[in-house]
């Protein structure tokens, strides 16, 4: 385990956040107030103000660390402490399929905000995509005590829900560039989801 994950910091986890950060901090507008939904210590968002100094970030978190790269506030998990039309995006970021409905936070995204939801999620699609999926759940998450109960998506489950809370889909990438080309094969291929969507 230490071994496995020594490896995914080293050769996985610092591309990985390069690339997750080209691709959220060109989906949110200029001058936007965002939402960062399970944000833990804030690094991704850190990095992206870094990025985007234009931007605001907030963030929240059932465990509000020690020491965070951006102003934390503590939530339930499931109600988004915030009054609605608070922000101009919200932001999910490998929060969703740790959640055991993630509707119950998608709701409360279009609640609270006034324009747009961005989801860097999975897509549970394809040949041992689920085993795949948990694997790398396990290496990044079991270390730091991370709830998995494993509940990925289907790309029609994902769409479907956003057609039931009118969100529109303004953006859909699945291919992301996150693994150094050989694992991107196996690691990569369709299984990471990055999205847009505007709340009707």
Known sequence: ???????HGNLVHSRRV???????ESLIPEG???????????MLAGLIKELRPDI??????????EKTQIPVKKFDGSVIPFENQSFDVVMFVDV?????NPMVLL?????????FVVI???????????ATLRFMDWVGNKPHGVVLPYNYWREIQWKQAFQNLQMEILDWRNNLGLYPY???????????????LKVR
């Open 96 to 100: 969703l399929h740790h959640t055991e």
């Open 182 to 196: 050989f694992a991107d094969l196996f690691f990569g291929r369709n299984l990471h989801l990055v999205t847009k």
């Open 107 to 115: 709701k409360e995204a279009v609640r609270v905000t006034r324009n």
């Open 120 to 130: 860097k999620d999975h897509t549970d699609e394809g040949f041992l995509s689920n």
């Open 32 to 42: 936007s107030k965002v939402l960062d939904v399970g944000c833990g210590d804030g």
């Open 56 to 65: 605001e970030i907030q963030g929240i978190d059932i465990m509000v660390r």
């Open 18 to 24: 390069d690339r997750l950060c080209r691709h959220l």
């Open 1 to 7: 385990m230490k071994l496995l994950g020594r490896v």
